[in-house]
């Protein structure tokens, strides 16, 4: 069937309809293998936490993943729970001052990102908190 719909655009739109109707398959197929890796590392981080459910680590990358996929209630629940078992762990910190953001609680996120900016000792994420912060600050003065 798939090649069917492929004659059928390079009949009605020539070669070059073709060739973008490929490239655009290809995109589809790596974003769907893109999406079950996620699904994948989700269930992997899940039994993680389920059998080790004081591995702040596992929370925290679980709550990456869950964000990168827009869920961002799911992916709160996870940061917080994350820096209740270590408040120390920076990239938790990071993260959730991302979806603060996301959700709209510009204020939260600000508050939260100067902190990393200041007082993080980890300098990857220091430096990551002034940028995201120097744009967080142009946004409310644009906006």
């Known amino acids: 069937m798939p090649y069917l719909i492929g004659l059928i655009i390079a009949m009605t739109l020539g070669s ?7 490239a655009h398959q290809k995109k589809r197929a790596v974003l769907d293998a893109g999406r079950r890796q996620l699904d994948m590392a989700i269930a992997q981080l899940s039994l993680e936490v389920r059998h080790h459910p004081k591995n702040a680590s596992a929370f925290c990358k679980r709550g990456i993943i869950l964000q990168r996929k827009g869920d961002l209630p ?3 629940a996870d940061l917080e729970r994350a820096l209740a ?4 762990l920076t990239e938790a910190r990071y993260h959730r001052a991302s979806v603060l953001e996301q959700t709209g609680d510009l204020a939260g996120a ?8 200041n007082f993080s000792e980890d300098a ?3 430096t990551a908190a002034h940028d995201r912060l120097a744009q967080l600050r142009a946004k ?3 906006g």
């Not at 600000?110 to 900016?117: G, M, T």
């Open 74 to 76: 799911g992916a709160m």
């Open 85 to 88: 078992l270590d408040p120390k």
């Open 110 to 117: 600000e508050k939260e990102f100067d902190a990393i900016a």
């Open 140 to 142: 409310k003065k644009s």
């Open 16 to 22: 070059a309809g073709f060739l973008a109707y490929k």
């Open 124 to 126: 990857y994420y220091r």
